[in-house]
């Protein structure tokens, strides 16, 4: 096993940068969890390891480097033991039912848990306005908890996207109809907002179905990922 | 207005640990939106403000203080221009017909989220094992959005607690029954577990409704406060 050079680890770093994730195919990955499951999928192609542990059983390019390092080239506050540098998966045609479209989620956090979500919901199909955080943002990455290698995630200009779609469009709207009273089709398309701002004024005249969580307590609304859920929830009946 | 001294700063810093909050009484709140909103309720008592702008309409303590120093006093990683030293609420006997139960939910913000939900769904009463992370954390303030004033969260021995309970107990498990197949009543308590490992093995044998969310994508869980949503969404009906 290698030591990590220093422009191994500048290159590493530089993938921090969705400009360089994009120019290069690649982005990081980090956990042992999330990477040892990465290993096990044949979907994904590994291009190097790092460790500050033992070596692990795997074909390809590993570097050993110690916990400073570590710190160093990770884009998290708490560093794991464990970092692989991946390939993006290729964009599949792969459509579910159902397709989930984000206008300009900003947390990490709270995206890579909707894709999780999906995920869980059996939906592979997230489309993202060009203002959404960028899927493959090292915090992105783990909150997904590996979802990220099973949901298609890409970003078009939303207004040309629904100009195109001929299924029944729900949106997330605090005005929009009890979502317990809705009849559900089999296909359709759930739209969510900006954690702020909700859903862009240009986007409201194509939902067809405005869609509201009831809620009687005081919160004046609710954690994107969370709405995600329950709507998500609510059509899986 | 006052300049912030030094004894001051060590205070406000001292507060980040819990047991210096149960020693005072008192908790740290950040954000411009959410100072605001205390100030406006009568139920909370604002020990002090410190800013990095002008001074607010405010006539209790005010500090004037710079970036820098804020960002010392800062819980948060992108501290904000307002902070307020305020007195924990009063543990309220006000009950909901539904009550949430917290077993060991580890992350803050996970756990921030799970109180502005709630609080959504209307439901005032959280009782968390002590292994829970304490409510009046930085990281937790922040992300319920202000609910931590509307909602009462208590920590005690959840054995304790469930020997006395009347309510059916509802638990998330992975082996429960389809959530979308239960009668929900009109009041009840729902058990959540914590992020890894789920409800504790000794809790397991309280649970008179066990619960499943039904999900057919590749994803092994789906992050806690998400999948609280989601069964009070289902029990909101």
């Known amino acids: 096993m290698d030591a990590l050079s220093k422009n191994k680890i500048k290159w590493i770093r530089s993938l921090r940068l969705k400009k360089n994730r994009d120019s290069e195919g690649l982005f990081v990955v980090e956990g042992a969890k999330m990477v040892q499951e ?3 999928d044949e979907s994904a192609t590994v291009e190097c390891l790092v460790t500050t542990d033992e070596s692990l059983d795997f074909a390809g390019t590993q570097f050993h480097t110690d916990t400073a390092t570590m710190k160093a080239i990770s884009g998290l506050s708490t560093p794991s033991s464990l970092l692989a540098v991946v390939k993006k998966p290729q964009i599949s045609t792969k459509k579910s039912p159902w397709t989930l479209v984000l206008d300009g989620v900003q947390d990490p956090g709270n995206m890579g848990t909707i894709i999780r979500t999906a995920d869980w919901f059996g939906i592979t199909d997230i489309v993202c306005s060009q203002q959404t955080v960028d899927c493959f943002n090292p915090k992105v990455v783990q909150s997904t908890m590996g979802s990220i290698f099973r949901v298609c ?9 629904f100009e195109n779609v001929d299924r029944p ?3 997330a709207l605090l005005e929009g109809e009890n979502m317990h009273c809705v009849t559900v089709p089999k296909e359709g398309i759930l739209l969510m907002g900006n954690e702020g701002n909700g859903i862009s004024e240009e986007l409201i005249d194509f939902i067809s179905h405005p869609i509201h969580i009831p809620g009687k307590g005081g919160a004046e609304s609710l954690n994107v990922a969370v709405a995600t ?3 998500l929830g609510r059509f899986s009946h």
């Open 153 to 161: 995630v890409r970003y078009e200009r939303l207004e040309d996207y």
């Open 229 to 231: 859920g329950i709507l």
């Open 169 to 171: 469009v729900f949106g």
């Open 38 to 40: 990465i290993l096990k």
